[in-house]
């Protein structure tokens, strides 16, 4: 059998067809030739959702919406076939829940049930909702947001007066000044620290130079004989006390000059006379003293 171009131009663009449809499949996440096992999940929101969105289970990923449909039943769910892993075993009492991270991505979050003996089986339907998340919680608050925004309003208009204010300005340059200062004082505090440590070994050296003459004293004095030495100074103490002895009796030269009221008077007279001529003897010393070149001359 002969293929004309014709034929043969037909049998690429399908075989190109199948492998686009193919690529398409595998890119959105599905599994052409796969058997997993499918299962429903009937949402009453179903914002966000589509073909291809992952499901997860314990935060690992064990399945894909492979469809989404609309039940025109009164109810008016939206249910999602989902293709699960087929060793994911689904307990009785699981629920899916819509997830959604904060680029926005949407998945589903199934949340198993406690029965470990009864398991759904494959085409069941089970319930979804949306899950309480970040995103609910910021919705949550944004009353609380909305309530305290005309508060945040007045405190920005407050910070903006003061920020315009000069005070503050001033404040802010003597604060520089101030830091200025600061590097300088901790730059002296640093020069003074490297003169310390150059110093301290001196220092040091000298201290135990002091240490070790003390030492030497202290030794010196342990060797002095304490008992010698009081019996020295009783003994010179006795003698001073004979000596006043001594003196305050009539016993002595000392004692009888500093007892003796006559000769304290001879002495006094004594003084008075020698005093007397010495007066005379400057008023007339002609009278006392004869002297000549040429010998003695008659008076």
């Given at each position: 059998m002969r293929?004309?171009k014709?034929?043969?131009?037909a049998?690429?663009?399908?075989l190109?067809?199948v492998?686009?449809f193919?690529g398409?499949?595998f890119?959105?996440g ?8 499918t299962m429903?999940?009937a949402?009453?929101?179903a914002t966000?959702?589509s073909v291809?969105s992952?499901?997860?289970a314990n ?16 109810h008016?769910?939206i ?5 699960l892993n087929?060793?994911?075993?689904v307990?009785?009492g699981?629920?899916a829940e819509?997830?959604s ?14 029965d470990?003996l009864n398991?759904?089986?494959?085409g ?7 899950e309480a998340?970040?995103?609910?919680k910021v919705?949550?608050m944004m009353p609380?947001?909305m309530?305290?925004?005309p508060?945040?309003?007045s405190?920005?208009t407050?910070?903006?007066?003061l920020?315009?204010?000069p005070?503050l300005r ?5 604060v520089e000044g ?6 300088a004082?901790?730059?002296?505090l640093?020069?003074?620290?490297a003169?310390?440590n150059?110093?301290?070994p001196?220092?040091?050296?000298k201290?135990?130079g ?5 030492q030497?004293?202290?030794?010196n004095?342990?060797?002095?004989d304490v008992e010698a030495?009081?019996?020295?100074v009783?003994q010179t ?8 002895q ?8 000392l004692?009888l000059?500093m007892?003796?009221q006559s000769?304290?008077n001879n002495?006094t ?6 005093d ?9 010393p002609?009278?006392?003293v ?10």
């Open positions: 293929f004309t014709e034929i043969k131009i049998l690429v663009s399908i190109g067809i492998v686009l193919f398409l499949q890119l959105k599905l599994s052409v030739f796969s058997s997993d096992n429903y999940v949402f009453t929101d966000g959702l291809s992952p499901v997860y935060g690992y990923r064990v399945g894909v919406v492979k469809a989404l449909d609309y039940d025109y039943d009164p008016g769910k249910v999602a076939e989902v293709g087929k060793e994911m075993r307990p009785v699981s629920r819509l997830a991270d904060l680029l926005g991505n949407i998945k589903i979050n199934l949340v198993l049930g406690d470990p398991m759904i089986s494959v069941d339907t089970i319930s979804g909702g949306m998340g970040i995103m609910s919705g949550e609380v947001i309530d305290i925004a508060k945040l309003d405190i920005m407050s910070l903006n007066l920020l315009a204010d005070a001033n404040t802010l340059h003597n101030m830091t200025g200062n600061l590097n004082t901790s730059q002296e640093k020069a003074l620290s003169s310390l150059r110093e301290v001196t220092i040091m050296s201290a135990n002091v240490l070790d003459n003390t030497q004293l202290t030794h004095l342990s060797q002095i030495m009081n019996a020295k009783n103490l006795a003698n001073v006390e004979q000596m006043t001594r003196l305050n009796s009539n016993e002595g030269t004692g000059l007892r003796d000769l304290y002495l007279a004594t003084a008075a006379s020698a007397s001529l010495l007066t005379d003897l400057k008023a007339h002609k009278r006392y004869h002297f000549s070149i040429f010998g003695k001359k008659d008076k």
